[in-house]
């Protein structure tokens, strides 16, 4: 505690260097932080992929559909437990192009039953059913619009249009779904498929998923091979992977999400550690007298190093915390003037182990970037930096 004044005093001693490397180890940090969140949600979504659960898809794009026909031969694979199947309709906006919504045209029992993490209620799902402009909307995108059940909703889908030559489609929403997990993944508009193929024009009886149940999830590979097998050579032929790969694959089409957050992070690491490394050194030798006066009364270079650290520290430290706390705000701040990006913003989030590692690294920094000024403080000749000062 006794050298608490000195270590303010040093720090105050030239306040906007202090100041000035004090914001930009902040904004290294919340960089830091983002980047490490964005690469969590990522995993986190990987990992929570279900063993039990196939994808199939076109083997040419997943923008190519597959014809409904294929459901029953896929639910005559062995080990196939139940197959689901859902259009695409998007893209599609509500009022706005800049409000675009994922919307889906599904067989309601079957879609349910597969994404059983989607929670909605019984009575609201036999309503699905049973209403043929029916909708099911997820819990973010019906507070984000503000809808609720009972409600109108008009949807735009250049890429959908319907019988009487108009893009405009018209729903009438009967039940709200939620996951409980992820709230942020109940984003979808889901209607029905017999409705929505029988007044498009276009891709009538086709599909653009298949979503397979099996009995094993040991089989899962087995089973997905067999699936590809049984439509090889034909003019739909078929890519079927378990959940984990298919989520995987769609965050390769994004790119490597791991190599470029982590190159990313070891250059701001390495930016940072210039710039407090600098700063400390141009300090250090701007106090080269006063470090040999204390070592003529008598201070260790164990104390003095000790302070130099400190005095690191109490700037590394704080500024990593503010950072990566502060990165926590970029998702409702893109959400505000991004509303159309809200959906995938709202999965960014700073963890407490995120903050964590974040300190821990701010303390590594220090230690780092005060070596070389403390070894600078150990080799001086006091009597020669005495003479000068």
């Not at 893209?91 to 409000?99: E, I, K, L, T, V």
């Not at 049973?130 to 809808?147: D, E, F, P, Q, S």
Request: hydrophobic share 45%.
């Amino acid at each position: 505690m006794k050298f608490l004044p000195l270590i303010w005093a040093n720090l105050s001693r030239k306040p906007w260097r202090s100041i000035l490397t004090f914001i930009g180890v902040i904004f290294g940090f919340a960089l830091f932080a983002l980047l490490h969140s964005v690469d969590l949600a990522f995993e986190t979504n990987i990992r929570a992929a279900q063993l039990d659960r196939l994808f199939s898809f076109s083997r040419v794009s997943l923008f190519e559909t597959l014809p409904l026909a294929y459901k029953g031969q896929i639910e005559r694979v062995p080990g196939v437990q139940s197959v689901a199947y859902s259009a695409v309709i998007s893209p599609a906006y509500y009022q706005d192009p800049r409000n675009p919504i994922l919307g889906g045209a599904v067989e309601p029992r079957g879609f349910f039953d597969f994404y059983r993490e989607l929670k909605l209620p019984a009575d609201q799902l036999e309503t699905l059913v049973h209403t043929r402009t029916g909708a099911v909307v997820g819990l973010a995108l019906a507070t984000k619009y503000g809808w609720k059940i009972g409600d109108r909703v008009p949807l735009h889908s250049a890429v959908s249009p319907k019988r009487d030559g108009s893009s405009d489609w018209a729903f009438d929403i009967v039940g709200i779904f939620d996951d409980p997990d992820d709230h942020s993944r109940a984003n979808r508009f889901i209607v029905n498929y017999d409705y929505f193929d029988e007044e498009r024009t276009r891709g009538k009886g086709a599909v653009t998923f298949f979503y397979e149940r099996v009995d094993d999830p040991k089989e899962s590979i087995r089973i997905a091979s067999d699936i590809d097998t049984l439509f090889r050579n034909s003019s739909h032929e078929t890519r079927t992977q378990t959940d984990r790969e298919f989520s995987r694959a769609l965050l390769k089409q994004i790119g490597d999400v791991g190599f470029i957050t982590q190159s990313i992070g070891v250059a701001t690491f390495f930016a940072i550690l210039f710039l407090v490394g600098n700063t400390i050194m141009q300090s250090v030798k701007e106090r080269a007298a006063e470090f040999a006066v204390l070592r003529t009364l008598g201070f260790s270079i164990r104390v003095i190093g000790a302070l130099v650290v400190i005095e690191v520290t109490l700037i590394c430290a704080p500024a990593a915390l503010i950072g990566a706390f502060s990165a926590s705000t970029v998702g409702l701040t893109t959400s505000a003037i991004l509303p159309q990006l809200a959906q995938v913003a709202s999965a960014i989030h700073v963890t407490p182990a995120t903050a964590g590692e974040a300190l821990i690294l701010a303390t590594l920094l220090a230690g780092v970037c005060a070596l070389p000024s403390v070894m600078v403080v150990s080799r001086m000749n006091i009597a020669s930096v005495l003479t000068k000062g």
